[in-house]
C-alpha cells in the first residue's frame, strides 16, 4: 500500500501493541503536537511494521507516545556517516574525504522519541562531553547490493530524522567511532517515516538542531559531500543492505563540540531535530544514568 507518511505508534485505547498508521492531517508536525499534548488522530493500517504496513482499515486512533518508525529487531547494525557536511568538516578543522567514513552502531541503540528520556551514559557524564548530532536517515525498503548510485534510491523506503548521540571524550581517543557513539539509545529515530515517493528529491530537506529552545544547527542538504544516492551505492558494495536498514547520512556544522564554550548535553536538555518539510520535530529529553 503506498502511504505518504507513516507514523508508528502506542494508541491511547488499548495500549498492549503498537500500530502503524498515516495521520489523518497531512501538514501536521507529529512529534510537535504529540509533546505539546494535542491529540493526534492517525488513519490505522492494518500492518505492523512500515516495511510491510499493509492497507487502511477504515479505524481511527489518537497517538499516545510515538516510536521508532521502525523496531531492534528489523534495523540490524545502522550505519552511519561521519564528516559527510563541508561546514561540519570545517568546523572540525579536517579534510574533506574522498570516500564516505562509515560506522555503526548496534540495534541497542536505536530509540523512541520523547518522553523517552535518552540517558546519557556514566563514562560520558565524567568527562563532560555528551553531544547532538542533527541527522537524515534513510530507510532502506527492499533489500540492495552493488546497486549504481543512479538506481539507489528505487531502494529506499522512505526518510525520517535522527540524533546522532555522541560521547566526545571517546570518540577523540580512538581511531573509530563505534564505541563513542553505540552506546544505549544513543540513536533517537523519528516522528514520522515520510516515503520515498513523497520526497523523490532529499536533497530538498532542510535540517536544524535545537538545544532548549536555541538554534544550534541549521542547514540545507546541499552542503552534503555525498548524496543520499550516493551513500546507498557506496553502503552496497558487496554488503547486502537488507530491508528496514537505517543509514544516518551524517550532521551539518553546529555540534557542540564546535562551539566556545563547547555546548555539551547534561540532564534534563532538550534537544529537537527539525527535518522539513514532512518529518517535523524529534524530541528528545536528556537524563543522566544513575
Known amino acids: 500500500m503506498a502511504f505518504d507518511r507513516l507514523v508508528r505508534f502506542i494508541p491511547r485505547r488499548n495500549g498492549s ?6 495521520p489523518v492531517d497531512r501538514d501536521i508536525d507529529v512529534g510537535k503536537a504529540v509533546h505539546d499534548g494535542d491529540a493526534v488522530e492517525v488513519r490505522v493500517f492494518s500492518g505492523n511494521s512500515v516495511l ?37 568538516a570545517k568546523e ?44 537524515l536517515a534513510i530507510v532502506i525498503g527492499k533489500a540492495c547490493k552493488n546497486v549504481a548510485a543512479e538506481e539507489a534510491l528505487n531502494y529506499v523506503l522512505g526518510y525520517t530524522a535522527a540524533n546522532d548521540v555522541s560521547s566526545r571524550a571517546a570518540q577523540i581517543i580512538q581511531s573509530q567511532a563505534c564505541y563513542s557513539k553505540g552506546f544505549d539509545g544513543s540513536c533517537p529515530l523519528g516522528p ?15 535540517i536544524r538542531g535545537l538545544k532548549n529552545g536555541e538554534v544550534m544547527q541549521s542547514s540545507g542538504l546541499s552542503d552534503m559531500i555525498f548524496n543520499c544516492a550516493q551513500l546507498v551505492s557506496f553502503l552496497s558494495q558487496g554488503t547486502t543492505l537488507p530491508a528496514g536498514t537505517v543509514i544516518l547520512t551524517g550532521t551539518p556544522a553546529g555540534v557542540g563540540f564546535g562551539k566556545k564554550p563547547p555546548a555539551y548535553l547534561h540532564d534534563k536538555d532538550k534537544f529537537v531535530v527539525e527535518l522539513l518539510p514532512h518529518v517535523g520535530s524529534l524530541y528528545s529529553v536528556f537524563e543522566a544514568e544513575n
Open 17 to 22: 501493541r503498537p500500530l502503524i498508521g498515516q
Open 52 to 88: 510491510n504496513p499493509g492497507s487502511p482499515t477504515g479505524e481511527t486512533e489518537l497517538i499516545s507516545r510515538i516510536l521508532s518508525p521502525v523496531s531492534a529487531e528489523e534495523v540490524g547494525a545502522i550505519r552511519c556517516i561521519g564528516l559527510n557536511y563541508a561546514s561540519h
Open 92 to 135: 572540525a578543522n579536517m579534510k574533506v574525504p574522498d570516500v564516505p567514513m562509515m560506522f555503526m552502531k548496534p540495534a541497542t541503540a536505536l530509540a523512541d522519541p520523547w518522553p523517552v528520556p535518552t540517558v546519557i551514559p556514566r563514562h560520558t557524564l565524567k568527562d563532560d562531553c555528551a553531544d547532538y548530532e542533527a541527522e
Open 192 to 206: 514520522v517515516l515520510v516515503s520515498a515517493a513523497a520526497m523523490p528529491d532529499p536533497g530538498e530537506f532542510v
